[in-house]
């Protein structure tokens, strides 16, 4: 069965330093997404990234963040100064479109000290 | 996005089949039901989705009622490995729209 795939599985990073998590999604996918989840709270969404642009994005996804489908495989969210509320479980996502079920990645849990 | 309202949490014992409920009054015309499981430190996995009627897989049942305000996810036979939280989400997504989560339910199987 096809994956999502994260890497790397566990960041710890100084509070305002630049980190990159990275995504593979599926390769017939279409459309992707980050998502996050602060410890014992919802997934919450991120953005959403189609046609090599952001879709949609909410009010978590400020000017701190920034997402890059580089080369048609990767798909990456950047934090730009990492804040210690920014220490989250990130997943990434994708799917065909079409109303079928989305595809996560195991996730990149995030810590920052 | 239509809101969705499930129960926090819910217990049940091996081999007992599971029903978790969602209500979801203002569901839009366009719109489908669909249900995610999610394990500790894990992404949300797609379990199942339907429009209306029944719908079955390898996994669970979805049996959603002629007038769709609300639905049933049916687990047969849950074993102490279904313990995870179930997310019921409501929405048309044929464009690629983003998913919302609340905050699930949150089902326990004991031996």
């Known amino acids: 069965e096809p994956e999502v795939t994260q890497t790397p599985s566990h960041q710890v990073t100084q509070m305002g330093q630049e980190v990159i998590l990275r995504c593979v999604p599926i390769?017939?996918?279409?459309?992707f997404y980050w998502y996050r989840q602060i410890l014992g709270q919802k997934v919450e969404f991120l953005v959403s990234?189609?046609?090599?642009?952001?879709?949609?994005k909410s009010e978590i996804f400020d000017d701190q963040f920034s997402v890059e489908r580089p080369d048609g495989s990767n798909f990456t969210l950047k934090i730009r100064s990492t804040k210690l509320e920014d220490s989250a479980m990130y997943f990434c996502?994708?799917?065909?479109?079409?109303?079928?079920?989305?595809?996560f990645g195991s996730g990149t849990r995030l810590t920052v000290v | 996005l239509a809101k969705t309202t499930q129960p926090i949490s819910m217990d049940s014992y091996e081999g007992q089949e599971v029903n978790i409920t969602c209500s979801h009054n203002?569901?839009?015309?366009?719109?489908?039901i669909t249900w995610y499981q999610q394990f500790p430190s894990q992404g949300p996995r797609f379990i199942i989705q339907g429009y209306k009627t029944k719908v079955t897989n390898e996994v669970a049942s979805l049996f959603i009622p002629a007038d769709r305000k609300s639905s049933t996810l049916s687990l047969p036979r849950v074993s102490l490995s279904d313990t995870a939280v179930y997310y019921c989400l409501v929405g048309s997504y044929n464009q690629g729209g983003k998913l919302i989560f609340g905050q699930g339910t949150e089902l326990s199987v004991k031996p």
């Open positions: 990234f189609y046609n090599n642009e952001i879709s949609e």
């Open positions: 390769s017939n996918h279409l459309y």
């Open positions: 203002n569901i839009a015309t366009n719109d489908y």
């Open positions: 996502a994708s799917t065909t479109g079409g109303n079928v079920g989305y595809t």
